[in-house]
């Protein structure tokens, strides 16, 4: 499996912006769809974004226009730059990757957002 790790959460205030980071594993990156989850306190895992080997991105109408997911497979990384944050994105958010060796997951990141 590929192993993820999340970086770049943190507390902000509504308003503004948090980019997070998901580092891969292995050498087949640019074969996976990768994705970005959250889980809010009491809520259902959802996803917000993804986005395929080609570069076809797919996101939540909740986040249209404020989130933007991109990847560099140079880096085996994939983003998720986050702009105008809202109380109501407080969540773990969660790195998901699928593709030839199955589907793995990051340990989660929180993101706060309040005043």
């Known amino acids: 499996q590929v192993q993820l790790v999340e970086s770049g959460g943190g507390l902000v205030q509504p308003g503004g912006s948090l980019r997070l980071s998901c580092a891969a594993s292995g050498s087949m990156f640019r074969l996976y769809v990768m994705g970005w989850y959250r889980q809010a306190p009491g809520k259902q895992r959802e996803l917000v974004a993804a986005i395929t080997s080609g570069e076809i991105t797919n996101d939540v109408d909740s986040v249209k226009g404020r989130f933007t997911i991109s990847r560099d497979n140079a880096k085996n990384t994939v983003y998720l730059q986050m702009n105008s944050l809202k109380p109501e994105d407080t969540a773990v958010y969660y790195c998901?990757?699928?593709?030839?060796?199955?589907?793995?997951w990051g340990q989660g990141t929180q993101v706060t957002v309040s005043s």
């Open positions: 998901n990757a699928a593709g030839p060796r199955g589907v793995s």
